[in-house]
Nanobody, 123 residues
Framework: QVQLVESGGGLVQPGGSLRLSCAAS????????MGWYRQAPGKQREWVAD???????RYADSVKGRFTISRDNFKNTADLQMNSLKPEDTAVYYC?????????????????WGQGILVTVSS
């Protein structure tokens, strides 16, 4: 019913920058929080950052000061600007959204994930 599509990943050298984008589409009624998570090889998925509809942001300590999350409520998009990238930032990054959507009959809780996009930080 709702799809999240990430874009912008790739290979970057240490110290470089990348900008990830997430676009939500479908029968969206309201998106309350949009966030980014990541999963490095052999590790569990971890929360990176999120932003509420009102613009309140939170960041994991590991990315604070280097990553910036933003969103466009009208376009249902969220971006993650990643600066000063480190090899330990290498992971598959996932977009997440919660809120509500319509299934054509009633409003339902939204808890959606993107398919993930690879970010590799390496020289």
């Amino acid at each position: 019913q709702v799809q999240l599509v990430e874009s912008g990943g790739g290979l970057v050298q240490p110290g470089g920058s990348l900008r990830l984008s997430c676009a939500a589409s479908g029968r969206i009624f309201s998106i309350e929080t949009m966030g980014w998570y990541r999963q490095a090889p052999g590790k569990q998925r971890e929360w990176v950052a999120d932003i509420t509809r009102g613009g309140t942001t939170r960041y994991a300590d590991s990315v604070k000061g280097r990553f910036t999350i933003s969103r466009d409520n009208f376009k249902n998009t969220a971006d993650l600007q990643m600066n000063s990238l480190k090899p330990e930032d290498t992971a598959v990054y996932y977009c997440h959204a919660d809120g509500s959507f319509s299934n054509g009959i009633a409003m339902r809780p939204l808890d959606a994930w993107g398919q993930g996009i690879l970010v590799t930080v390496s020289s």
